[in-house]
Structures are given as C-alpha cells and as structure tokens.
C-alpha cells in the first residue's frame, strides 16, 4: 500500500512538471508571436518609412541628433611609405525615433532586434579619410539593429578600414603621428543632422593593443565640420597620437652605422706602405655605408625635406669617405717625404763633395807663401758658408717650447703626423656630432610633443 502511495507521488509530480514546461512553452511562443505582432505593428507597410528622417528633439523639425561611439578592436600596421594605417573597429550609433515606439509588455520585451538595416531610416555617414573597407560576414553578417521601447535606435557593426595618414616625418626616427578617424555625413547637412559624440566613454581602445613599431600613446575626441557650396555638414574625428618605438631603428641603424664609421677608422693605425689594405677597407666600408643609406631610404617615401635619420647616415657617410680620402693625402705625404728624402741625400752628397775639394785644395796649396793666401775667403767658398749658417743657427730667438710641435717631433715624416693628428681627430669630431645631433633632436621632439 505505501508502495503505491509512493508511484502514484512521482507519477502526479512528474505530469505537473510535464504541464508547468509546457505552459512556459506555450507562454514563450506566445511573447515571440507578441514580438512579431509589435515588428509588423510599428514597421508594417504604410506605418513606416525609412525615406525620411526622424524628428528632432521633443518631436521638433529641429535636426536629428545621431550620438557615435567606437571600440578599436586592432590596428594592424601603419605604413610609413603610403601613409596609411588599418584599424578594425566596433562602430555604434544610437538615435531616437518617435516613429519606433512600442509596448514593452510590462518591461519583458526589452528590445527588439533587427538584421536589415534597409528597414529602418540609417544615418548616411561616411569616413571622409577612408582608401579601403569592408565589413566582415563570416559567418553571419557582423550587424544589428536594436529598437527599444521609447523608440531609441542602436546600431552596431564590425568593420576593418584602411585610412589616410598624413607624416610628418622631420624627426623620423624620433617622431611621434597623428592618424586621425574622420566620419561625416554625406548629404545630410546640419539643419536636418548632427552627430555627436557619446557622453562618457566616446572612444574604447582594447587592452592589448600591440603594434609592432609603434605605441599607441593617446586618442583625442573633437568635431571637425565642413562648410562647402552645398552647406555645412557635420562632422566627427578622433586623433590617434602614436610614439614610433626607437629600440629598432638603435639595433638596426644607428649602432650598424656606428660600427661602421669606427671600422673606417682602423686605417690610420695601419702602416703606411701598406696600400692595398688600407685601399680596401675604406672602400668596403664606403661601399657598405652607401648600401646602408639606400636600404634606409627605400623603406621611406620620397619627401622634398630633410629627415632626421638622413642627417645621420649623410654624416656617416661623410666620415667614412673622409677616412679614404685621409689615405689618399698621406700617401702624397709619403711620396713627397720621399722626394725631400732624396733631395735631402743629393744636397748633402754635393756639400760633401764640395768639401772634399776644398780640402784637396787647401793641401795643393800648404807650401805657397803667406802673402799669397787670401786674408778674406770668397763668399762660394764652402767653409765659409758653413760658418755662415752656424752664425745664423745662433743669432735666431730662442722657441718657446710648445707641447703639441714637441709631440709631433717624434714623428719625423708629415704623412705619419696625418696619420696621428687623424686618430684624435676623427674621433673627437664623431663624437661631437653625436652630442649635438641627439640633443637637438630629442629636445625637439619633447618641444613638438
């Protein structure tokens, strides 16, 4: 008896369950077909046109107000030689139209969703600095319409644009870009619409946004309309303000150019009559630094001014044909030491000469009388030009000792002081230009910022 007191519990509780899911079935596909009655009750044929626009404000023939906020969900490049970047953003309108209003059913039905945006009147806005895009359909169309109950309108879609970006690349590659997002209307003028910015939160950037050559900084939000022959249209931007990262360019450019400029110096501490060597390391060097030059240049667009990383390979460049050119004067140096060598040999040896012959003449003539030498010798006589230039040598003032001749002193040949004077030279003028080239350049940029 109590076994079937227990069956028949389960059995009663088990068809109310049964009844309870099927009421909540039947409820719930009765608030869908509510929903579909309320669709076609507020955008049936003749009730709706989505030709005109809405209202203005409190229902006046004031213009329609379009509030616009963005997500940037990536931003994939941003190409220096086109001056261009790509973003892929979440784009939202939201406005009101009284036509659109509808019974929430006791607050249940919240909104209403739509797929077609050809059924409801769209505000014609385009992004002005705009070259590429398309929106994304995989696997359903990226779209959709949300009506509220007081006739507020929201739409949202997923969209990847390829936008124009003016550079300024004076401080390249020390600089910092704005790129802008500009949306307007396209027929529409102020008097009929106007869009403005969300209030709070306007612009959402996602949170780890990572480029590969840049970091995004900051993003401004400011209204930018235009007035032309047709009237003033209304008009919304966002600056982007992007820092170019400089670690690529220092591992890449500067210190390879450095290294460069340093390994071209090497030939002033090679031996002077070593000519091919000397020959072939300022030409490799040279050779190298052009490549370098031009590598840098291709990856940049033709600009009628000077940028900041050409004033640096352009110096560059300077100090490593300067170091080919310094071999070039110190081998006419060595030859022209040489020559003065050589001189030097042939005047000593006639000097010797001579006095060789004036000895022999002196003892041919030991044995004549007294009165027939002469008291006073001849001015081509060789000892006493010898005499002559001893009293010279000391009746010059006394030099006042100098550091920098005594130093040079030690190095008897003028192509081998080139060569010293070249080794403190360069360096102290290289290191010069570093001085003044990232002073003035960085303070520029913290100036411009």
């Known amino acids: 008896m109590i076994m079937g007191t227990g069956h028949c519990f389960w059995a009663i509780f088990y068809f109310a369950c049964l009844c309870s899911a099927s009421l909540a079935n039947n409820a719930n596909i009765n608030f869908r077909e509510r929903e579909k009655k309320v669709l076609d009750q507020i955008l049936g044929i003749g009730k709706y046109d989505a030709r005109i626009r809405p209202s203005g404000i409190n229902g006046t023939d004031g213009p329609a107000t379009v509030r616009v906020n963005i997500f940037v969900r990536s931003i994939s490049k ?88 003016p550079m300024n690349l004076k401080l390249y590659p020390l600089d ?48 930018c309309n235009s007035k032309t022959n047709t009237g003033e249209y209304s008009c919304l931007k966002v600056d982007l303000l992007f820092k170019r990262e400089f ?54 667009p033709p600009v009628s001014y000077t940028k900041a990383i050409d004033v640096w390979t352009g110096v560059c460049l300077t100090f490593v044909f300067g170091a080919l050119l310094e071999f070039a004067l110190v081998n006419y140096a060595s030859r022209s030491d040489l020559h003065r060598e050589n001189m030097k040999k042939k005047r000593r040896e006639l000097e010797q ?15 004549a009388t007294f009165a027939m030498k002469p008291l006073v010798r001849h001015p081509g ?28 002193s030690k190095f008897p040949t003028r192509s081998k002081r080139i060569d010293v004077i070249s080794r403190i030279t360069f360096p102290l003028v290289f290191a010069l230009f570093n001085l003044v080239y990232w002073s003035t350049y960085l303070f520029r940029e913290e100036e411009e910022t």
């Open 78 to 165: 941003i190409d220096d030689v086109t001056m261009e970047y790509s973003v892929q953003l979440t784009f939202r309108e939201q406005w009101l139209d009284e036509r659109l209003k509808f019974n929430d059913v006791g607050g249940r039905l919240k909104y209403l969703t739509l797929t077609e945006a050809n059924r409801v009147w769209m505000p014609d806005l385009f992004f002005s600095n705009e070259k590429e895009g398309h929106f994304h359909n995989i696997i359903m169309p990226n779209v959709y319409i949300r009506i509220f109950p007081f006739g507020s309108v929201l739409y949202s879609i997923r969209i990847s644009l390829t936008l124009a970006c």
């Open 176 to 223: 910092r870009q704005v790129c802008s997002l500009r949306m307007a209307s396209y027929g529409w003028t102020t008097d009929d619409l106007v869009f403005l910015w969300k209030e709070g939160d306007p612009v959402q950037v996602v949170k780890n946004l990572h480029l590969p050559r840049f970091t995004l900084e900051k993003f401004l939000t400011d209204y």
């Open 247 to 300: 670690s690529y360019y220092l591992i890449q450019i500067y210190i390879p150019c450095c290294m460069l400029v340093i390994v071209s110096w090497v030939s002033f501490w090679l031996d002077q009559g070593a000519v091919p060597a000397r020959v072939s390391l300022g030409v490799t060097t040279l050779l190298t630094m052009a490549t370098q030059t031009s590598g840098i240049n291709a990856s940049l």
């Open 353 to 367: 000469a001579s006095l060789d012959a004036a000895s022999d003449l002196l003892d041919t003539d030991s044995n």
């Open 381 to 408: 006589d060789p000892l006493a030009l010898e005499k002559l230039r001893q009293c010279e040598v000391h009746m010059q003032p006394p030099k006042r000792p100098n550091c920098c001749r005594s130093w040079l």
